[in-house]
């Protein structure tokens, strides 16, 4: 099993960058495909990003060329940087893993934190 924990959002202008950390639990973090998915109010759950355990990543079409998802294996951390932030990059955030899936659907990954709020303003 793995814990995770995202930090770092926020309140911040279009145009802004911010970047998102997800702490996990665990000795095996390195065996674990990673992925990244927000939540708008009154949408469902989309796919934003993701890294293999290898670190081989894709994005979603809306933040190819502004997010970048990387991992650090020795802190037991995945990160999201987003450039150039838009409005309708306002959701809640959240980090999931597996252990065998790598995708976009948020019914493949089992684990999951709880959520990060970004707020875009224009």
């Known amino acids: 099993q793995v814990q995770l924990e995202e930090s770092g959002g926020g309140l911040v202008q279009a145009g802004d960058s911010l970047r998102l950390s997800c702490a996990a639990s665990?000795?095996?973090?390195?065996?674990?495909?990673m992925g990244w998915f927000r939540q708008a109010t009154g949408k469902e759950r989309e796919f934003v990003g993701g890294?293999?355990?290898?670190?081989?990543?894709f994005y979603a079409d809306s933040v190819k060329g502004r997010f970048t998802i990387s991992r650090d294996n020795a802190k037991n951390n995945v990160y999201l940087q987003m450039n150039s932030l838009k409005p309708e990059d306002t959701a809640v955030y959240y980090c999931?893993?597996?252990?065998?899936?790598?995708?976009?659907?948020?019914?493949?990954?089992?684990?999951w934190g709880q959520g990060t709020q970004v707020t875009v303003s224009s």
């Open positions: 890294i293999s355990s290898e670190g081989n990543t």
């Open positions: 665990g000795r095996t973090f390195s065996n674990y495909h």
């Open positions: 999931a893993a597996d252990r065998i899936y790598f995708g976009r659907s948020v019914h493949a990954y089992p684990y």
